[in-house]
């Protein structure tokens, strides 16, 4: 029986090596357990990737076997070996979905497939209104006309991102901000998703709603047709 589960990879920090008691009051195991905590094993099939084995984790072998390339980081964005990234991008372009969460917004690959610097304004921290801008979104099925997280991370505009092709979420925050949370795109044949929450000390990957945004991400952005590489045929005319 072929496996018929969504490949997903996520990548993440080693936040836990920093010793930070409020990352681990929020994610006792790991931010990596967060996010996988989403994804029922009967639906999906869940690998990690750290920054400190990134060289083993992604490679040509494994992007190829990801339908999903779940991307967290913050710390060690400059740190991403170039290849690498190039690696992700021209796997997006050949048909792999790639979802930027969080401070991926500044992220090698996020910044390379939409070709903007991914700068916002922020501060620490305040209570999260997140609209649903886009109820006919795949994304968005099952999710409520707005929904509230008690404390997030405020990213805020100006969010210098290319015009998406759908605005699915937008956050408003206590302080009267508002973000673009939640933006699509394509790049290629791959689907690119962004969304905003989801800060390390904060168990916003534990909450049921966002879980099910993630689920919706990964089954929109798995690919509907993948190139095996990226060529220019020459043709004969017909
Ligand atoms: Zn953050």
Known sequence: MTNIRTNVLIYTEDIHAHGDPSHRAAYPISLHDGIASAFPEDRYNVRAAEFGNIRESITPDTLAETDVLFWWGHDHHADVP???SKLIITEVQKGMGFVGLHSAHLSKPLTGLLGSSGTLSWR??????????????????????????????????PFDIPTPEDTVFIGWFGGGEVFRAGVTY????GKVFYFQPGHESFPTFYN???????????????????????HCPNVKPM
């Not at 509230?148 to 990213?155: F, G, H, R, S």
């Open 208 to 230: 049921p709603t966002i879980q099910q945004i993630l689920r919706n991400a990964a089954d929109w952005a798995k690919p509907t047709l993948r190139r095996n590489g990226l």
């Open 186 to 189: 394509r790049r290629g044949y």
């Open 124 to 157: 620490m921290s305040d209570k999260e209104r997140i609209w649903t801008t886009a109820p006919f979104h795949p994304i968005s099925q099952g999710i409520p006309e707005y929904f509230d997280l008690n404390d997030e991370e405020v990213y805020a505009e």
């Open 82 to 84: 170039d290849d690498i």
